[in-house]
């Protein structure tokens, strides 16, 4: 749901982005829901990856679930929403709605994102730390869900 969503941002489909019939090719949701996560932390005030970095940390998807539900076409205004729906201990979900502007009550794709906090030498899941959890909710206004990770991932 649109009011959900304290991160929002504004995204026009290009010509680039569209098939024959000037639809959006589905592959460039995820690339809408890249862009999203990135300006997410820097609304956020996380630089990523420096910020992870400086703490030896990254983050890598794990698994990424996209529906579509509607089309959107070449030149169409989209705002595409971004929110961490739940934290793990060492996982977060980012779960991303994607509008056609000023129509916010028929969502057009929905994704969700699973990402692992880990070691980026050894691709093992560390603690997502105390001060980066503090950042996030501070800055959702819909707090995300605590729940365990149900399998640790390497």
């Known amino acids: 749901m649109y009011a959900d969503f304290r991160h929002r941002?504004?995204?026009?489909?290009?010509?680039?982005?569209?098939?024959?019939?000037?639809?959006?090719?589905?592959?460039?949701?995820l690339l809408y829901c890249d862009i999203c996560v990135t300006e997410y932390w820097r609304a956020a005030e996380v630089r990523y990856p420096d910020d992870f970095a400086a703490q030896g940390?990254?983050?890598?998807?794990?698994?990424?679930?996209?529906?579509?539900?509607?089309?959107a076409y070449y030149d169409d205004e989209l705002e595409v929403c971004g929110r961490i729906a739940r934290l793990g201990s060492s996982s977060m979900r980012f779960v991303?709605?994607?509008?056609?502007?000023?129509?916010?009550?028929?969502?057009?794709?929905t994704a969700e994102l699973i990402y692992v906090h880990a070691d980026p030498?050894?691709?093992?899941?560390?603690?997502?730390?105390g001060p980066l959890r503090a950042r996030i909710r501070a800055f959702e206004t819909t707090p995300p869900e605590?729940?365990?990770d149900a399998n640790r991932t390497r």
């Open 57 to 71: 940390s990254d983050l890598f998807v794990r698994k990424s679930t996209v529906e579509y539900l509607s089309a």
């Open 121 to 129: 030498a050894s691709r093992t899941a560390l603690e997502i730390p």
């Open 9 to 29: 941002m504004p995204l026009r489909v290009r010509w680039a982005e569209v098939d024959k019939q000037g639809v959006v090719f589905n592959a460039h949701y």
């Open 146 to 148: 605590d729940a365990p």
């Open 96 to 109: 991303v709605e994607i509008y056609r502007r000023r129509q916010y009550e028929a969502v057009l794709v």
